[in-house]
T-cell receptor, first 116, second 111 residues
Framework: SAVISQKPSRDICQRGTSLTIQCQVD?????MFWYRQQPGQSLTLIAT?????????ESGFVIDKFPISRPNLTFSTLTVSNMSPEDSSIYLC?????????????FGQGTRLTVV | TQLLEQSPQFLSIQEGENLTVYCNSS?????LQWYRQEPGEGPVLLVT?????EVKKLKRLTFQFGDARKDSSLHITAAQPGDTGLYLC???????????FGAGTILRVKS
């Protein structure tokens, strides 16, 4: 398993500003994932972050809006840039570990972002 | 695109009742997982099933993987208020460490 510390847990931000979310894992992992989630709904993958290379973004998400850093195998940041109210959501970081027969995901506690 | 359809979307029941949540796809998954998420927290893994027809039990929760590994169900017996939360199924895509998540089922158990 993995223990993931994510911060901040919540924030209220002014439109036009940026917020950087940090994610620390208690073990070295190759890939880290960033998701967005509306309360009570499923997870939408924003991007996959590999150490030492640029993140891979899913359709509808771009690097200029959601720049990601991955400086080492235990840490990553996601920045939500030039925020608008539509960016209000829960943001989750995750790692996927290969167990004996399957890949299992572990999540941070999430960052609840409100843009006003 | 591999999609996982999850039903029902919302379930509100009385304490002590039984319920079943379904997760269906037209695609075959190498494994399938169930997660529960409580407000203000990230999803937490409940179980992983990998073999077609597999049944796993976790106290009052019973998980089943379809014979063809395209569908799964979660059955809760005698639901408790502590079972309240968002339940998500997720299928493993190939061997690339990627998971596809279902739309989620919000369960509310009233005392």
């Amino acid at each position: 398993s993995a223990v993931i510390s994510q911060k901040p847990s919540r924030d209220i931000c002014q439109r036009g500003t940026s917020l950087t979310i940090q994610c620390q894992v208690d073990s070295q992992v190759t890939m880290m994932f960033w998701y967005r989630q509306q309360p009570g709904q499923s997870l939408t993958l924003i991007a996959t972050a590999n150490q030492g290379s640029e993140a891979t973004y899913e359709s509808g998400f771009v690097i200029d809006k959601f720049p990601i850093s991955r400086p080492n195998l235990t840490f990553s940041t996601l920045t939500v840039s030039n925020m608008s109210p539509e960016d209000s959501s829960i943001y989750l970081c995750s790692v996927a570990l290969k167990a004996r027969v399957a890949t299992e995901a572990f999540f941070g506690q999430g960052t609840r972002l409100t843009v006003v | 695109t591999q999609l996982l359809e999850q039903s029902p979307q919302f379930l509100s029941i009385q304490e002590g009742e039984n319920l079943t949540v379904y997760c269906n796809s037209s695609s075959v998954f190498s494994s399938l997982q169930w997660y529960r998420q409580e407000p203000g927290e990230g999803p937490v893994l409940l179980v992983t099933v990998v073999t077609g027809g597999e049944v796993k039990k976790l106290k009052r929760l019973t998980f089943q993987f379809g014979d063809a590994r395209k569908d799964s169900s979660l059955h809760i017996t005698a639901a408790q208020p502590g079972d309240t939360g968002l339940y998500l199924c997720a299928g493993e895509v190939g061997n690339g460490n990627k998971l596809v998540f279902g739309a989620g089922t919000i369960l509310r158990v009233k005392s």
